[in-house]
């Protein structure tokens, strides 16, 4: 079958749009992670939690799709990835898991039951529903920068080699707690943009100023630790980048300092980790002078610089081995077929539009601040 | 591969599948009883019917709750339980999950939101359009999902590609209009109608039992009887189409669920009870209805309906044609230009499966002796007495629905709601549709075996190389969580059932009939 598109140029597309759909996530549901982890802190009494909760109540669930799409458009063009990184960090999954269910439940019953006990419960499984995927989605990436231990047999079936508290390195804590603090950030913006005037806002405020102070410390101690740490994989020998999807058939070898050699080929990436800094900086001034636009607008700019850093740097690594370097997923040898990618591009390109038109058009229905006089008159808040 | 990693992990896969769609069929099917109810709102515009849709759309929400938490597992359970088989099918059988995302679940999670929060931002029309989103989109997901699980028993438009290890798409519409897919979709679907007009139907009953919201009851039961006997209709033929279906693709699922040991002069009788022995190869005791079964699965009164040792004879041989498959790719593997592996290999590549069904005995498939083939071909019959009792208990179920609703229909069109009896039928009625829901996906999985991919991929290859003490380590904490949030749930419906549909006009005031905004406040009570 001949393709308008070839192999290597549809690898790097969906390389592209596994990025977008990460990102997507991180900015829409990733202010509801961060509204959830700090709910408990920056709304004290039931009228104020409320009002928190409703500034996400009607959107949350449309959010979460980016992360269930994103594990679904992982499976179809990079099974390889979705079958050794679910499988080889299969505890963490879990947590995120345990944790995401509770999510959708808190938000849903926590009304249904006036108790204060009732309530009090469900509005942890918020938090913990926020907090626990921030930081292991971080500490997650901070091992695919450190590369995972796992191989591959010659059927390419995966074997890992590690465990649940080995995943907690100083340098994968690092990148959870830059997660946390990114997406902390993020929340309190989002507040900034929803939560009516009044002692909730500035509290939100003050953990969005501390949240972003810290990213900015974290995002830079990270990136001296990929620097002089000795992280880093390069491909050696013969490169096929329109050949079989065949991790065992690349040579691979590890080459710490090897995460900085894009920026050094290609200076237009330092745009990625600038605009993770300028972003952090220009929430923390929104924050400061109290204009949302600037806080959002600065915390999701953020979001993007910070995400697209640690992608880019790894480029054309998706998920390196530390154990058997050979065996390390790269943009050219962990996709789906040629034609699969061709088809799944097809879909996408038609329904990924109609879903952000849709999206738009919730969020326009639903737009302006959430309001404590609202919760007493209208039967359907949370 | 460790035999009880593969075990547990199928343990864990049947609980958290069976447990999400404990929530997924009501939501299928109240979706659209939404639709139905609140087109009824607007057509008419009287108060009575928006406060029926509200209502039941309250215990739509709470159930859509658990059913979309549940739902994350399953997407995510593929890769971290199933690796081997995420690696050797990811190919084909992503691209339907991914679309379902895109295309369906998008849809319905992005509109569920505005259908809870937006009745005083949106018109009458508008409402029922995000209304409508929602049916929409658990519809679709449906689809996608059983376009995946279609694939799965009869595994079109792919071939194994040496050079990757694993099978690639050749023909994406085959997998689409995968026929087995299409009558698996409508059946399940159909289903799920049933289900959710039976809560509907028995919620009512309970309360005309009480004599309480008479009015809300009487017209919530018509509405259910119309829309469950339609669908209870349309299960029972679309499954006897599934059942047709099966003929070409899944032979030995046939056989099983009917005990069929031996194949008979056509058209072949029916046992319709009986007691199958997987020892004796044979059913005991059984009562047979003469060409029922060649009448079902074959439509016609002249083929024949193979039977278990035939088809095992037939395994036998893919067996060893798959040995040879196996030797050839072991060329390939050592010399990918081999060109007389990859010859050999092109010949025998359609029986690749059947020879791996002899690593479970031995590593290497090659030192297979014929004694050994001979019990492996054994392997491919699935538990005959589970299936034909599941079978056997679906299918009755299924008819006594069609009894339930051709009733119901009778009373309600005759006016005659409150009779007692019939009402004392429909409450008790209401875990029934579930039974029959849980115990088709039993027969449908579980009729598969050995086979993760019917032909393909033995279900003990497909896991992942976890531990014993991980997979005890999930299936617990699932288990407590999900035990945990059943209860909580089903507290939740029953607690809502019991303030019953006007409860909220009660505590904030009735709506005003015309203006979009919210009614004054009078009492700031719980909301």
Known sequence: MEFPIDFATLRLIWWGLLGVLLIAFALTDGFDLGVGAVLPFVARTDEERRMVINTVGATWEGNQVWFILGGGAIFAAWPFVYAVSFSGFYLAMFLVLAALIMRPVSFKYRSKRASPAWRSFWDWGLFVGGFVPALVFGVAVGNVLLGAPFRLDSDLRSFYDGTLLGLFTPFSLIAGLLSVCMLVLHGAAWLSVKAEQGPVLVRARRFGTIAAVLSLVLFAVGGLYVAYGGLGYRITGVLDIQGFSNPLRTTVVAAPGAWLDNYGLYPWMLLAPALGFIGTLAALVGLWRRSAPMAFGGSSLATVGIISTAGLSMFPFILPSSIDPQSSLTVWNASSSHLTLFIMLIVTAIFLPLVLVYTAWVYKVLWGRTSTVALKTNPDLY | ?527
């Open chain 2, 1 to 527: 591969m460790d035999p009880a990693v593969v075990d547990l992990s199928r343990l864990q896969f049947a609980l958290t599948a069976l447990y999400h769609f404990l929530f997924v069929p009501l939501t299928l099917g109240l979706s659209f009883m939404l639709v139905i109810m609140e087109s009824t709102y607007v057509m008419t515009r009287r108060p009575i019917w928006r406060t029926i849709t509200r209502f039941w759309g309250t215990l739509f929400g709470i159930n859509f709750v658990l059913g979309v938490a549940t739902g994350i597992t399953m997407e995510f359970q593929f890769g971290m339980n199933w690796s081997y088989y995420s690696h050797y099918v990811g190919d084909i059988f992503g691209a339907p999950l991914a679309i379902e995302g895109l295309m369906a679940f998008f849809l319905e999670a992005t509109f569920v939101g505005l259908m809870f929060f937006g009745w005083d931002k949106l018109s009458r029309v508008g409402h029922l359009f995000v209304t409508f989103m929602v049916a929409l989109g658990t519809n679709l997901s449906a689809l996608w999902i059983l376009i995946a699980n279609g694939w799965m028993q009869n595994p079109v438009g792919s071939t194994f590609n040496p050079d990757t290890m694993r099978m690639e798409v050749s023909d994406f519409m085959a997998v689409l209009f995968n026929p087995v897919a299409q009558a698996k979709f409508v059946h399940t679907v159909s289903a799920g109608y049933v289900c959710a007009a039976v809560f509907v139907l028995g919620v009512s009953a309970f309360y005309l039992l009480r004599g309480k919201h008479v009015g809300f009851a009487k017209r919530s039961m018509t509405v259910a009887a119309a829309f469950g006997l339609a669908a209870s209709l349309s299960v029972v033929v679309l499954g006897d189409q599934s059942g047709y279906a099966l003929t070409d693709n899944q032979k030995m699922k046939l056989a099983a669920l009917e005990a069929m040991w031996h194949t008979e002069p056509a058209p072949a009788g029916l046992t319709l009870i009986g007691i199958p022995s997987m020892k004796d190869r044979e059913t005991h005791y059984g009562v047979q209805v003469p060409w029922v079964m060649g009448l079902i699965a074959t439509r016609t009164i002249d083929k024949p309906v193979e039977g278990i040792f035939e088809l095992v004879a037939t395994a036998e041989t893919r067996i060893e044609s798959g040995i040879i498959a196996y030797d050839a790719l072991e060329g390939i593997k050592a010399n990918s230009a081999d060109p007389v592996a990859r010859g050999v290999f092109e010949t025998h590549r359609r029986d690749l499966g059947y020879g791996l069904l002899l690593k479970r005995h031995v590593a290497d498939p090659r030192q297979a002796t014929p004694e050994l083939i001979r019990q492996t071909a054994w392997d491919t019959v699935p538990n005959v007495p589970v299936l034909f009792w599941t079978f056997r208990v679906m299918a009755g179920i299924g008819l006594f629905m069609i009894a339930l609703f051709g009733t119901a229909f009778v009373l309600c069109s005759l006016r005659k709601h409150d009779t007692r009896w019939f009402l004392w039928v429909a409450l008790l009625a209401i875990p029934l549709p579930w039974v029959a829901i849980e115990f088709g996906w039993i027969l449908a999985e579980f009729g598969r075996q050995p086979w993760a991919v019917e032909g393909v991929l033995p279900t003990f290859l497909g896991a992942s190389s976890l531990t014993v003490a991980q997979l005890w380590t999930t299936i617990i904490g699932f288990t407590v969580l999900y035990g945990a949030l059943a209860v909580v749930e089903v507290r939740l419906l029953l607690f809502a059932i019991k303030k019953g549909p006007f409860h909220e006009q009660d505590t904030f005031g009735a709506p005003a009939p015309e203006a979009a905004a919210a009614a004054p406040a009078i009492a700031p009570a719980v909301a």
